[in-house]
């Protein structure tokens, strides 16, 4: 098992037979309302948005797998 582990909260194991495993800590961002706030809050919205595009994927597979 390879374990990577990258600043503020977020890890990523590999097992052996492919399967990953992601955890992850959405950050609290406190930042004035400037141009930088801004794009830091968008870009945690895009994670996000692409994490749960991945599990949407993976449901899909999973039903398709059963159906």
Do not use: C, N, W
């Not at 706030?37 to 919205?45: I, R």
Request: proline share 1%; glycine share 8%; net charge negative.
């Amino acid at each position: 098992m390879a374990k990577i582990k990258f600043e503020h909260g977020l890890e990523v194991e590999h097992e052996e037979g492919g399967e990953y495993i992601l955890r992850f800590k959405a950050p609290q961002i406190k930042l004035d309302s400037d141009l930088t706030g801004g794009h830091l809050k968008q870009a945690k919205k895009e994670v996000l948005l692409a994490v749960r595009s991945l599990i949407d994927k993976a449901i899909d597979v999973e039903e398709k797998d059963k159906g």
